[in-house]
Each structure stands twice: as structure tokens, then as C-alpha cells.
């Protein structure tokens, strides 16, 4: 956190040298860069912002033609909307979940279903294939170089010093790898804050002490081409004229009353970037390929003929910085104290980094953003094989491509794969695993019947939106086997860590909200709160020994969550010692009623409720191989032990489950299985449900938090226990759907009660066992707080695609029969 230190700035007149003070300095005079200086002059930071170029050519190199929602009261734009073309079923149900949302808030958003009204309205265009159109009015076209130029300014009138032609040529770091200084081509700035916000630069300035001279991070640059033209050769256009969004075109069309300007996105023609040599080195900017261009132009004429007669087009290669996920990054990097990054605005620069430039400066100066919850942009979401160049490479081009596509939890990409892999990635394949991949790991997420040995065991793309997906019937079959028999899940992907060390059990007690200073052998499930109460994790803590702990987190967790130990433990000064262990182990989920006698079978121990009950770890053996950590919780409330086996044993392990698993039919169980179950049970997941804006009050965790003992976000809870929650989670069982031909939820569906909004979804699954569409969800009463009339009263629906359902609502995990003999008694999250 930036602390309120006054900057004085000296000029020595003899050189052409600056040396300064300053608390922030900002390098990037682009949008992003002029957006955060904005954000920190008005917090009264002293903020010097470097540019290796003029502010103006900056500016124009920074235009970003796919222009959105830029929303200053004292900048001029034209408020012309945009509008949404869908040709097929997938993107029109895309759009009626658009309108449902804007609808919610206001939009005044338009549904289009007829052609001829259509052609009416934009006869320019050619509509017959066109199934729906959106249209949204408060979409914008601006002047990006007069907004950069009006951001400076006002940071400005608040104090910040900019300095134009003045490359950063090198910043510093001292001991514990913290920020001191920044030297300019003018000279030494004093700052203990750098804020890296240089576009396709990011990441590329000098920083002698790191291991590869330069902060790693995961952006990288990639082209996009667009045609300049003039005017449509029609009297039907005006600078109102709405941007179009051909989706299933996957183009862009931008007409005035003095210019057109058109873009595609087609995956073929978009390039990454070259350097010559080194990182440092300028990269090399492609001329324009007509060629390449050519499947995009296709298809724009196509959608709008007129453009065939124009006179004359320049076509424009413009550069941009992608992710791997298609969303910015910013933060604090984990690889230099006070190295804050603000990149990778994936062809979005206009219309996010005003609002991202406010949350980087809430993180800088208050540790915590009160405007949005940072999880899904946070730095801390990648791990070192994201910032690797090849990946990187393989990866954006697809990103870029998707610039306009809307991905739901369920989307896969088809590029940079099979990195991460299980020991038994292998037989998993063979035995008709489909995988998905998440932080780099390739984990099954169904298991095909009868899978061919030449197939395509990589999903890529996303689940259809309207009717069953392709895996209904084979996930069905996995989740009986997980009720009723046995089933086998690889979570290897899972986030692991051991903490050992003298202060092992104060540090820990003081990170987690629950108490974990219990028994060796006892395993404990327990949120990390920040100092608002949110969550930071949730995770299962098990105890192995007197000063040693064993952690399991989110498999997206695996940076962040380490980063945010090894700061706690160097402010607290603990004696602890924090190993990322992700890598070293195999897990494997037994789950179902029969998973007791199997564990038992190949470990030759007892696994009665008395001997190995829930929430309890082990070391066992299992034939020949030792060191397996066994622990009685398998993440979705059925019985169950999930193994951690050492990778150099985990072939056999397997081969030895699979062998004594055939008498219990075992069947091997993916991902989706996993969802499905823990859904119906009414588990959250962080990431998906819970993040850093949900307490363990708002989500009926409560009960795990131990206020007996002091822990980082204590207070904030108990103000919050103490005034009622505004905010509870929910489970909604939804009635009346059909799954063969309804739209199935995604999460983010609003919530009503008595027809008004009052929430919404966070994940969805079909609950085979209740008979329906199972939702985890928030409902939300500002004015007068979440009471148990709140929600046991009224008329509950959500609404799919524009299609309202009516809802029952569980505040509590449900009791769910079972068919077999055997009823254990389940784990219920939230009583």
C-alpha cells in the first residue's frame, strides 16, 4: 500500500537530467497509462508519468478501433450503440441472454427478429440470413487521443509531472526485490511504485537483478487489420449510425457520415509479433497482406455489399497485447515488490481501462477494490508457463480471434495444449477421458463409452447453450457410479502446498478464519479472509505433524495464494516455511458408498466411520508404494478419500485401484461429474460462487469461522454478524424446464422475486438425483438486509435466454436419497 510521502522535484539546469521523488511512476502515456496516473493524482499521490514518445503520437498509436463504453461526463462522443448480428442458434441464444441482462439494467436494449425490419432500419445491409439482432444504445465512438490528452491534463491539475520523450531505461530493485527507483533518459526518478502500463512494451523494460533481466508477463502482442475507406455510397448513414457486430461473421463494421472503418478477426489472419533480437528489442511491426485480409473481406462485403463500391480502402495493421484468457491483467507482480503491471487489454483498451485504472489505484493505495472483485484480471492468475514466449505465441492468436465472442465457463481453447499432464494422462486418455484444460493442466472432464484410439481426446469450444450437451448420458452414468458403486476422478490439478516450521500453527491460525490448531491427523476446512472479510482462498488444511500442515486450494489459486502466504509471513516475521507442492503429487478422488471397502481392499486398513472418519488425513501405503497421503474429503459431500500419491509411484497406484476397483465396478468419473455433484449438494466453489467480495456470512459458512482467536478479517466479520447481511447465497432448484429443448444456465442469470431482479446465478448443473437444473446463486436486498422471510417468501424465477422459470430456494445443503444399502452420512456445507 502507498503511503502518503510528499514528492519534491529538483531540476538541475546544467544537464538535461530530472531528479526527483515521486510516490508512483507511471510508464505508458496511452490510455492504460493515462488512466492510472489519472486515478492516483486524484487520490493525491505524487505521480510522475514517463513516455518514451510525443503524448500525441502515443495517443494515435494507442486508437483502438473496436471503440466501446467510455463513460466521463466531461469528455464529448458520439453516443451512436452498437449492434449484434446472429446468424445461428448458438449466438442467438448469446443475445437473448445479452437482452435478459440489459433489460435488468436499463439498456433500453432492442430485440430484432425480423428481417425486413432490419433491412428498414440499415438498408446497407444484407439481413436475409440474419436470425436476431441486439441492439444497445449506450455503446460509443470517441476521439481516443483527445480522451488520453484530457486524462493527462486533469492528473495534471492534481499534480502530476509528465515527461514526454523519455524512455525508461532501466528499473531498479534492491533488497527483498523491492522497487526503488526508475532511470529515465532524463534522468534517476526516486519512487518506491512503477507502474508498467506500456502496451505491447509491457514486460520488456530492464531489471537487472530478475533471473531473465525483465519482468515475465503473460501478454503478448499480436496483429489485427483493418480497411479505412470513405463514406458508404448511400444517404442512410450518419455518425449515428450504430456499430455492427457480425458474430458469426466474426466482423466489424463502423460507418459515418464522413468515413467507414471495417475489421475481422478471422483466427488465419491474425500474426503474432516478431522482435529481432532480445526482449528489449523494438518488435517488428508486419506490413499489410491483402491476402491474409482476404477470407475477412469476404465476408464484410458479403454483409455489406456497398462496400464493393468504394473507391479506394488503406488497409491497417494495427498491434495489441493479448492473454491466454482474454482478460487484462493487472497487479502487483509477485517478482518485484512495488512492480505494479496494468497490460493485456486484448483489443479492449477503450472501454476497460478507465474503470481498471480506478481499481489498480484502490489496490495501490487501499489493498482492496471496493469496485469490483479483481480474481478474474488479478496477476496473481498465471504461473510462470504463461509468460513463456511459445506458449504465448500459440496461444493469442486464437485470444485475438475471440475478440468479440462471449465464453462461458464451459469454453475450451484448441491451442497451447497438452503442457501440464497427470503421469497417467495417458491411460486416462485411453480409458476415453475428454479433457479440458485449466491453468495449463489437462484434466478429464468426461470419459467417452467406447473411445477410439485415434480421436481427439481435447475439448475446444464451448457446451451448446440450448438443449442437452453431448456428455448428458455419460456424466449421468458417471454420477450413479459416484452415488450408488465407486467412481475414480484424477484432481491432480488441485493447488498443494506443505507449511512446516516453528511458528507453522500461530501463522496459519492467524491466515484462517477457522481453527486449524487440532489434532495431528485432522483435517480442516477453512476459508483465508482479507482484511474486509472476503475470501481470499478456501481450502482444506490437514495436519501431519506438530509443525507441519499439508494445503489443498483452487487449482487457479497457485500463484496468488503463494504470494499471498509468503507476504503474510514476511510481515508477521514467521518462522514458516511455504513449498509449492502442485507438481509432486498424483490425486486421485475415490468417491462413492463402496470407496470404503476399496480403500480398504488395497490399503489392508480399516476404513470404518470409527477408524478413518470424514475429515481426517493419513499417510498409508498402497502394494509396494509408500508416502500417499490419504485424506477422508472429496470436495462434492459424498463418501470418499481423496489419494495424493508421489508422481513415481502413481502408475502403479493406479494400476492397482483399477485392478481391485472391478469387483465394486468402478468407473472412472471427469470434472463435470465432479460439478454436478457438488452443486446438487450446494458446495461453492471460489472462483466460480465465492471470491474476495463474498464473507463466509453471505455464503451459510459462518459456522467455520472460529472468533475465538484472532485472524486477519475477524473484525470486519463481526460488523457484518453484527448489522445482518444485505447479501446470502442460495441454492435454486428450477421448475418447469425442459432439458431436451430449453437454454440450459450458465451462471449469470438474474434472479427475480415478484418479477423484480434481485440477483444472480454463479454455476449451474443438472441435478440427477432432484430431477432438474440446479443453480448456486446470490439474492440481494440493499435496503432492508437478507432475512429468512426474505427468502422463504414471494415468487422466485430466473431467467435463461429471456425465458423466465419459476425457482424453489435452499438457504441449506439438501438430504439427497440414495439407492444403495449403504447411507453415509454426508458432509453438509452449510449447516
Known amino acids: 500500500m502507498i503511503g502518503h510521502r510528499l514528492a519534491v522535484w529538483r531540476w538541475n539546469r546544467s544537464y538535461t537530467t530530472a531528479v526527483a521523488n515521486a510516490d508512483v511512476v507511471v510508464c505508458g502515456g496511452g490510455i492504460s497509462g493515462t488512466s492510472i496516473a489519472y486515478h492516483l493524482a486524484k487520490r493525491g499521490k505524487k505521480v510522475a508519468l514517463v513516455e518514451k514518445d510525443s503524448l500525441q503520437v502515443i495517443a494515435q498509436a494507442s486508437l483502438d478501433l473496436y471503440s466501446h463504453l467510455a463513460k466521463t461526463c466531461k469528455f464529448r462522443y458520439v453516443k451512436c450503440g452498437r449492434t449484434y448480428l446472429a446468424s445461428s442458434m448458438a449466438n442467438e441464444i448469446l443475445l437473448r441472454r445479452m437482452y435478459s441482462r440489459g433489460v435488468v439494467h436499463n439498456d433500453k436494449v432492442e430485440l430484432l427478429d425480423c428481417q425486413s425490419e432490419m433491412l428498414e432500419r440499415w438498408p446497407f445491409l444484407q439481413t436475409e440470413d440474419v436470425q436476431l439482432a441486439l441492439y444497445s444504445p449506450e455503446d460509443v465512438a470517441l476521439d481516443p487521443v483527445a480522451l488520453c490528452q484530457h486524462l493527462a491534463l486533469i492528473a495534471k491539475d492534481h499534480g502530476a509531472l509528465i515527461y514526454e520523450s523519455n524512455p525508461v531505461l532501466e528499473v531498479h530493485i534492491g533488497d527483498e526485490k523491492q522497487v526503488y527507483g526508475v532511470s529515465t533518459k532524463m534522468g534517476f526518478i526516486e519512487t518506491s511504485h512503477f507502474v508498467d502500463a506500456a502496451g505491447i512494451w509491457a514486460g520488456s523494460h530492464l531489471v537487472k537483478a530478475l533471473p531473465h533481466q525483465h519482468i515475465q508477463t503473460a501478454a503478448y502482442p499480436c496483429t489485427y487489420s483493418y480497411i479505412h475507406t470513405s463514406k458508404l455510397p448511400t444517404g442512410s448513414v450518419s455518425d449515428m449510425t450504430p456499430i455492427f457486430n457480425d458474430l458469426d461473421g466474426n466482423i466489424m463494421l ?467 454478524v453484527e448489522r445482518g447481511v444485505n447479501k446470502r447465497f442460495v441454492q435454486l432448484l428450477v421448475d418447469g424446464h425442459d432439458k431436451e429443448t430449453d437454454p440450459w444456465p450458465q451462471g449469470g442469470e438474474t434472479i427475480l422475486k415478484d418479477g423484480r431482479p434481485v440477483g444472480l446465478t454463479t454455476s449451474a448443473a443438472y441435478g440427477f438425483t432432484l430431477g432438474c437444473q440446479v443453480c448456486i446463486g446470490y439474492v440481494e436486498n440493499k435496503e432492508f438486509g437478507v432475512s429468512p422471510e426474505f427468502v422463504s417468501s414471494g415468487h422466485f424465477e430466473i431467467d435463461i435466454a429471456g425465458k423466465r422459470f419459476t425457482c424453489r430456494l435452499n438457504v441449506h445443503s439438501p438430504s439427497l436419497p440414495m439407492i444403495s444399502s449403504e447411507h453415509p452420512l454426508h458432509y453438509r456445507p452449510t449447516q
Request: charge should be negative; include cysteine; charged fraction near 20%.
Open 254 to 720: 463502423r460507418t459515418t457520415s464522413f468515413k467507414t472503418l471495417c475489421a475481422g478477426f478471422a483466427e488465419e489472419s491474425v500474426r503474432p509479433l516478431a522482435r529481432q533480437t532480445g526482449s528489449a528489442a523494438p518488435w517488428q511491426h508486419p506490413e499489410p497482406d491483402w491476402n491474409i485480409f482476404d477470407p475477412n473481406l469476404e465476408k464484410l462485403i458479403s454483409r455489406c455489399p456497398m462496400l464493393g463500391d468504394c473507391n479506394h480502402g488503406d488497409l491497417i495493421v494495427g498491434m495489441e497485447a493479448y492473454t491466454p484468457d482474454k482478460l487484462p491483467t493487472i497487479g502487483e507482480s509477485s517478482q518485484a515488490k512495488g512492480y505494479w503491471v496494468m497490460c493485456g487489454m486484448n483489443g479492449q483498451g477503450l472501454s476497460l481501462a478507465g474503470g481498471l485504472g480506478k481499481i489498480l489505484g484502490e489496490l495501490m493505495c487501499e489493498s482492496q477494490s471496493s469496485t469490483a472483485d479483481v480474481a478474474r484480471v488479478d496477476v496473481g492468475r498465471f504461473i510462470d508457463l504463461h509468460a513463456n514466449n511459445q506458449y504465448l505465441i500459440g496461444r493469442t492468436p486464437e485470444v485475438a480471434a475471440l475478440t468479440y465472442s462471449n465464453l462461458y465457463h464451459s469454453h475450451q481453447c484448441h491451442t497451447a495444449r497438452n503442457l501440464r499432464m497427470a503421469p497417467i494422462y495417458h491411460q486416462l486418455r485411453d480409458a476415453g477421458a475428454i479433457f479440458g484444460e485449466i491453468m495449463g493442466y489437462e484434466r478429464p472432464l468426461w470419459f467417452e463409452k467406447t473411445p477410439k484410439s485415434e480421436r481427439n481426446a481435447l475439448m475446444s469450444g464451448q457446451d451448446s447453450l440450448v438443449g442437452k450437451p453431448e456428455w448428458f448420458e455419460r456424466v449421468a452414468s458417471e454420477y450413479e457410479a459416484c452415488r450408488e458403486r465407486v467412481g475414480l476422478m484424477d484432481m491432480s490439478s488441485f493447488s498443494k502446498y506443505d507449511i512446516t516450521g516453528e511458528d507453522a500453527v500461530e501463522y496459519l491460525q492467524f491466515l484462517c478464519s477457522a481453527n486449524v490448531d487440532e489434532p495431528i491427523g485432522t483435517t480442516v476446512y477453512t476459508g483465508m479472509q482479507h482484511q474486509k472479510g472476503g475470501y481470499v482462498t478456501d481450502c482444506t488444511l490437514s495436519r501431519l505433524g506438530d509443525k507441519k500442515f499439508f494445503m489443498v486450494a483452487p487449482t487457479i489459486q497457485q500463484e496468488r495464494v503463494l504470494v499471498w502466504m509468503k507476504k503474510w509471513q514476511s510481515i508477521l516475521k514467521a518462522r514458516v516455511h511455504v513449498q509449492d507442492v502442485t507438481g509432486a503429487y498424483t490425486a486421485l478422488d475415490l468417491i462413492g458408498p463402496s470407496s470404503r471397502y476399496l480403500m480398504g481392499d488395497i490399503t489392508g486398513l480399516s476404513m470404518s466411520s470409527n477408524d478413518f472418519p470424514t475429515f481426517r488425513c493419513q499417510e498409508i501405503n498402497i502394494g509396494m508404494a509408500t508416502g500417499i497421503r490419504a485424506i477422508s474429503v472429496t470436495h462434492c459431500g459424498e463418501l470418499g478419500w481423496v489419494i495424493y500419491i508421489p508422481n513415481e509411484v502413481a502408475q502403479n497406484v493406479y494400476e492397482k485401484i483399477l485392478e481391485a476397483g472391478k469387483e465394486y465396478s468402478l468407473q472412472h468419473a471427469g470434472y463435470y461429474t465432479l460439478r454436478q455433484l457438488r452443486i446438487e449438494k450446494f458446495y461453492v466453489y471460489w472462483g466460480q460462487d465465492i471470491n474476495a467480495t463474498v464473507t463466509p456470512v453471505e455464503c451459510g459458512r459462518l459456522f467455520r469461522v472460529d472468533f475465538k482467536k484472532d485472524f486477519i478479517g475477524k473484525k470486519a466479520l463481526e460488523e457484518q
